[in-house]
């Protein structure tokens, strides 16, 4: 980029790429140019500095550089800086960080006729780019902006003519998605819908909840006429574009994949039966048909402890039964319970939508506490209590077992389930999107203290996803010397792979989306990030889309050294090159992207 340089440039030195914020240097924030000892030219704000580090602010976070790396650092004007990271940020089609840096380059100078210019170019190509593909509710907001800056431009307004035709169109196709669906005519509404999300991608806000009620109407149908399989996927689906009803639709969900699980059992298809009904409990993991059926399965194969904890798990009772016989009365005890006949011949399953209201009550006063084996709960409804414990032990062995990382704390974590999302943004200071978070601080030794968990009571995402996230956040940085020592990204990417599979679905389902209509974050850049973007699901899908090529690729066990390896020399970056053959981070980056096209 071209620099300008000032007689009393400070010579300073870099460092090691670090992390933090996604803001642009705002109004008339100083510019710096970073000139590195091997040549490299790093554009930004320093913004702390040391005997030892410099922390450079750039578009895309923060920058740690060691100053043994740095050759000296020279002053721009904000305006200078504005626009040629304006410029470089265009070329790259990174639109929205582009118009940023031109409106900073005009708050510098607002009479500057150059400025002016670049940030309208900017609008124009950013409304451009969203027209082209299909954003159209965006586009026409940003055809809107530039009119604001270009009064009467002519483009502009023929532009913004065509998208109210192509936004009206849109509004039909989910008009009528939505008649069909009041109608009941659920395959009427689901082609309707698909062809609304087709026309554009703005869709996907308003349709999604509807085609998540037509998919989960169509399993019901299904289920009544037997075909239990066609049930599952119909559920799966509703879920990838509705989460909200995984909990509502839980008994549904359980009754059809447990009636495969049950035909494999049967036809004595135990491996298929046992990795079913493993994915029923990750979604499920206290629902008493299905740890029924876990023990019976554990009975089959003479695991006759795992058998008797499951039958006991799913009475609530504890037991030490480790015999034949101790499971057996165990069985017939719950048989009893869920009025099972004949020794499980037959099985009825609950299919009725569960009533969520019971998890809103909430008592008056300070929390309340329950205490499971590894988990402090505080909160303000027993209930909902009671099934968090649930699963956050079932997914702390779950974690534990599938990555071997360790979770040997000293301290229980606490899990903080508020009364409102209002109480929960004012004891976190976090915005809505994020349903949850988790908090620890680092001791010297490495050792993680002061764990927490906080959410709300009405988190729609909370049993099933929002938990084992924000568990399996812990159970990273148990294993790791700091924070840090791992990118947010890769941090977010493991988490998710602990969510349900739909949940990845939609996450690969969004980035496919949006790589087709937003510029995807080079790896470079998303290995840097310590913060959270705009589109924080852009984030958390690339993030995940990372992990899992490196897990389906080299395996879980080398996908790990990421983070039991984070602290050895190189990092993470190091790590990753080893682990998948790259020279470079270029190089991996060829090599990610032939995957992400291949998967999606």
């Given at each position: 980029m071209p620099a300008t340089s000032t007689p009393n440039?400070?010579?300073?030195?870099?460092?090691?790429?670090?992390?933090?914020?996604?803001?642009?240097?705002?109004?008339?924030?100083?510019?710096?140019?970073?000139?590195?000892?091997?040549?490299?030219?790093?554009?930004?704000?320093?913004?702390?500095?040391?005997?030892?580090?410099?922390?450079?602010?750039?578009?895309?976070?923060?920058?740690?550089?060691?100053?043994?790396?740095?050759?000296?650092?020279?002053?721009?004007?904000?305006?200078?800086?504005?626009?040629?990271?304006?410029?470089?940020?265009?070329?790259?089609?990174?639109?929205?960080?582009?118009?940023?840096?031109?409106?900073?380059?005009?708050?510098?100078?607002?009479?500057?006729?150059?400025?002016?210019?670049?940030?309208?170019?900017?609008?124009?190509?950013h409304a451009v780019h969203l027209h082209k593909y299909r954003r159209l509710d965006e586009a026409r907001k940003a055809y809107q902006r530039l009119l604001q800056l270009l009064p009467g431009d002519a483009a502009a307004e023929a532009a913004l003519k065509t998208l109210a035709a192509e936004l009206a169109r849109l509004d039909e196709l989910v008009k009528a998605g939505h008649k069909a669906l009041l109608q009941e005519d659920w395959d009427g509404a689901i082609e309707a819908l698909r062809q609304a999300q087709a026309y554009s991608p703005d869709a996907a806000e308003t349709v999604g909840p509807l085609l998540g009620a037509a998919h989960g109407a169509r399993a019901r149908g299904l289920y009544l006429k037997n075909d239990y399989a066609g049930a599952t996927r119909e559920l799966e689906q509703a879920f990838v574009h509705d989460a909200t009803l995984a909990n509502k639709l839980e008994n549904l969900y359980a009754a059809s994949a447990l009636s495969v699980v049950l035909a494999q059992f049967s036809s004595g298809e135990i491996p298929a039966a046992r990795a079913g009904l493993d994915r029923i409990l990750a979604f499920a993991p206290a629902n008493p048909h299905a740890l029924y059926i876990s023990g019976r399965l554990e009975q089959v194969t003479r695991d006759f402890k795992a058998a008797a904890q499951s039958f006991a798990k799913a009475l609530r009772v504890k037991t030490t039964a480790s015999s034949a016989e101790g499971a057996a009365l165990l069985r017939a005890d719950l048989e009893k319970k869920l009025g099972i006949p004949d020794g499980g011949a037959s099985i009825r399953f609950d299919i009725d939508a569960h009533d969520l209201a019971g998890y809103t009550q909430a008592a008056a006063g300070d929390f309340k506490t329950l205490e499971s084996a590894h988990f402090s709960i505080h909160h303000h409804n027993e209930v909902l209590a009671e099934a968090t414990a649930e699963v956050l032990e079932h997914h702390r062995n779950r974690i534990t077992e599938l990555t071997g990382l360790t979770a040997d704390w000293t301290q229980k974590p606490k899990v903080f389930l508020h009364r409102s999302k209002e109480e929960y943004m004012a004891a976190t200071q976090k915005p809505e999107w994020t349903g949850g978070i988790a908090r620890f601080a680092h001791q010297h030794d490495g050792a993680i203290v002061r764990m927490q968990i906080h959410s709300w009571q009405a988190s729609p995402r909370l049993?099933?996803?929002?938990?084992?996230?924000?568990?399996?956040?812990?159970?990273?940085?148990?294993?790791?010397?700091?924070?840090?020592?791992?990118?947010?990204?890769?941090?977010?990417?493991?988490?998710?792979?602990?969510?349900?599979?739909?949940?990845?679905?939609?996450?690969?389902?969004?980035?496919?989306?949006?790589?087709?209509?937003?510029?995807?974050?080079?790896?470079?850049?998303?290995?840097?990030?310590?913060?959270?973007?705009?589109?924080?699901?852009?984030?958390?899908?690339?993030?995940?889309?990372?992990?899992?090529?490196?897990?389906?690729?080299?395996?879980?066990?080398?996908?790990?050294?990421?983070?039991?390896?984070?602290?050895?020399?190189?990092?993470?970056?190091?790590?990753?090159?080893?682990?998948?053959?790259?020279?470079?981070?270029?190089?991996?980056?060829?090599k990610f992207q032939a995957w992400l096209k291949e998967s999606l």
């Open positions: 440039a400070r010579r300073l030195p870099l460092i090691l790429l670090g992390l933090l914020c996604l803001s642009l240097v705002s109004g008339a924030a100083r510019a710096d140019l970073v000139h590195l000892k091997n040549g490299r030219v790093l554009q930004g704000e320093v913004v702390k500095e040391d005997k030892e580090y410099l922390v450079l602010r750039v578009p895309y976070g923060e920058v740690k550089l060691r100053k043994d790396q740095i050759e000296y650092v020279e002053r721009q004007s904000a305006q200078e800086y504005g626009l040629d990271v304006g410029q470089s940020l265009l070329q790259r089609q990174r639109y929205v960080e582009a118009v940023a840096a031109f409106e900073q380059a005009v708050q510098a100078k607002p009479d500057n006729r150059v400025a002016q210019a670049a940030l309208a170019n900017a609008v124009r190509s049993l099933k996803s929002v938990l084992p996230h924000e568990l399996m956040h812990l159970i990273v940085n148990s294993n790791l010397k700091s924070f840090d020592l791992l990118p947010v990204a890769i941090h977010e990417g493991f988490s998710v792979t602990m969510e349900p599979e739909y949940r990845h679905r939609y996450y690969l389902g969004f980035l496919r989306t949006r790589l087709q209509s937003q510029s995807y974050i080079p790896l470079e850049e998303l290995l840097q990030l310590k913060d959270y973007p705009g589109d924080p699901d852009f984030f958390y899908a690339e993030g995940y889309a990372l992990v899992r090529y490196v897990t389906e690729r080299f395996g879980w066990e080398k996908a790990l050294r990421l983070i039991t390896n984070a602290h050895r020399e190189g990092g993470v970056e190091a790590e990753l090159l080893e682990l998948t053959g790259s020279a470079s981070i270029s190089d991996l980056e060829k």
